[in-house]
């Protein structure tokens, strides 16, 4: 429902306006009178109509000037100028103000209702590309947001290290990074049984707490078969953040954990964005010696701290787990015995081999089996039989060569049947994976992004999908890509580095090459044939 203002100094007139509108049976709410320039502003201010109905001569402030004002204070408003004088300068100084329609007393009835109908089906049309806008821009900041997660996520494990290409990526994301910031990464990890708990809300918290410090943090989540929330926090140039206000930020996480279900490993300082996964491998680390804390009261502990006492081991770091989980995903059968004999192989050099430590290795790398099993919904009985479930408990005479046989058997075997169960089953996952690319075209996705989160090898993938789809997987991402961008100029008033962030190309330059080249013209000359012409006619590109 719409309000309308008429003002005009003479009674009859403006009363015999305001009840053709009335009764025109359009889909107005409610119709006000004022009877002069002055008095027109002062209620339009008050009740802000969505069309104006101004005669041009009137007392204290004649119309232009009433128009001029309001323009000021309701720039959307419908002005529909109705005048005795058939004036060619008033009606171009109307028309200089953007007066929806200039027309002529006495007003006629069917004229009236006919500009009125024009007025009400222009503001609605105003109203539907302003929410399509909005939803645009909402749809805009979530996968920038998303984008700004999966780089976080890039840098946190060591997937993107070259200076250059992260200080371009993160100027097209908009993420004030520098190259001089001083950085702490914080891992927080659920123990127990966090059912019904709202990572949302702790994420809120966290961000409310940080925004009015002179730090910014990025936080990306992780799934591994337990919950964790991986925090990257940079100071304000080159404030070093410190012991001090970590512990604090700490302390304020945990106050959401009631029940003391959570945990927080924390890194050292470091400088520079080619130090970042190092930082995260430290606050890792850190976690899987939380059995050091101290102080019961305490849920959060450093690395440099655990890395001090003579308790801590080095035998099985973060960054072994993650490239023995990622052989054995992708079936590399002579990386996984590798990597386990490289794990041996370190303890003979750099620690004083016992009996703690080679069951303390044994049982890590077990867990770590184990939890990949059942990632995958399975059992160790169902993989390995009971032939093997004896792998499960650490034998009672051992060496580091018996071990080091024994867990890579358990492995090899994991291993091969995941690649069996893979094999059985390409079809539907291609079909899976085509449909997270349909749905994240938006995202960074490259061949080692997509054979990492469905743990295959970038060969198979790429042979996979070609012979499914009959296209290359790069081919088949710039298609879509390409389709996506043209629909969103065909149907929105968006700017080409607008649609290049929507479509997943953080560089503008790059995204102009590639739509020439996918349709033949650049993506400013299609969108200058879609926006409206005021005369003459515009050359068509494409179709």
Same mark, same amino acid.
């Given at each position: ?111 009236? *209702? ?9 503001? !609605? ?31 946190? %494990? ?41 990572? %949302? ?25 337990? *919950? ?92 072994? !787990? ?23 192989? %370190? ?77 059985? %089953? ?118």
């Amino acid at each position: 429902m719409y309000k309308v203002l008429v003002a005009d100094d003479e009674k009859w007139i403006r009363k015999g306006i305001a009840k053709k509108t009335v009764s025109s049976g359009l889909a107005i709410e409610e119709v006000f009178e004022a009877s002069d320039g002055q008095e027109a502003y002062e209620l339009a201010a008050k009740v802000r109509p969505d069309i104006i109905l101004t005669d041009i001569k009137m007392p204290y402030l004649n119309g232009l000037e009433f128009i001029e004002k309001i323009r000021e204070l309701l720039p959307t408003v419908k002005v529909i100028v109705t005048s005795g004088y058939a004036d060619f300068e008033y009606a171009r100084c109307a028309l200089q103000l953007k007066v929806f329609k200039y027309i002529l007393k006495t007003v006629d009835d069917d004229l009236l *209702k006919k500009t009125l109908k024009e007025a009400i089906k222009e503001i !609605e049309e105003e109203k539907k590309k302003s929410r399509e806008f909005d939803e645009l821009k909402v749809k805009l900041m979530e996968r920038t947001a998303l984008l700004q997660k999966s780089f976080i996520s890039q840098l946190l %494990n060591g997937k993107i290290s070259d200076q250059d290409y992260i200080l371009r990526k993160a100027k097209n994301l908009e993420m004030p990074l520098e190259i001089h910031s001083y950085m702490n990464v914080m891992v927080l990890q659920l123990k127990g049984n966090s059912t019904g708990f709202s990572y %949302n809300y702790l994420i809120s918290q966290i961000y409310k707490f940080t925004e009015n410090t002179n730090y910014t943090c990025y936080i990306c989540e992780n799934q591994q078969g337990y *919950k964790e929330l991986n925090m990257l926090l940079l100071s304000s140039g080159a404030d070093h953040l410190g012991k001090t206000k970590i512990s604090l930020l700490s302390k304020e996480l945990l106050k959401n954990f009631p029940d003391s279900i959570a945990f927080i490993g924390i890194s050292k300082t470091v400088k520079g964005y080619t130090q970042v996964n190092k930082a995260y491998i430290q606050a890792i680390d850190a976690l899987k010696n939380k059995s050091l804390i101290k102080n019961k009261n305490l849920q959060f502990i450093y690395f440099e701290d655990i890395h001090a006492s003579n308790a801590y081991s080095t035998c099985f770091t973060s960054e072994d !787990e993650r490239t023995l989980i990622y052989s054995i995903e992708s079936g590399n059968y002579a990386d996984i015995k590798k990597r386990i004999t490289m794990v041996f192989k %370190n303890i003979n050099t750099n620690m004083q081999i016992t009996t703690k430590t080679l069951t303390k290795l044994y049982y890590e790398i077990v867990l770590l089996l184990e939890n990949l099993l059942n990632k995958y919904n399975l059992t160790v009985s169902q993989v390995l039989g009971e032939d093997f479930i004896s792998l499960l408990n650490t034998p009672k005479e051992f060496s580091p060569e018996q071990l080091n046989n024994l867990l890579t058997l358990f492995a090899l075997k994991v291993s091969e049947h995941l690649s069996s169960a893979k094999r059985e %089953n390409a079809k539907t996952l291609l079909v899976t994976i085509k449909k997270y690319i349909d749905n994240n075209y938006f995202e960074d996705l490259t061949l080692d992004t997509i054979s990492q989160k469905f743990y295959i090898s970038k060969t198979y993938f790429s042979q996979l999908f070609k012979k499914e789809t009959g296209k290359t997987f790069i081919n088949y991402l710039t298609m879509l890509r390409m389709k996506h961008a043209k629909q969103l100029f065909k149907n929105n008033n968006l700017k080409v580095h607008e649609v290049a962030r929507i479509v997943g190309y953080s560089d503008p330059l790059y995204f102009g090459q590639v739509f020439k080249k996918h349709f033949g013209f650049l993506p400013s000359e299609y969108a200058s044939t879609l926006a409206p012409k005021h005369s003459g006619q515009g050359r068509k590109i494409g179709g």
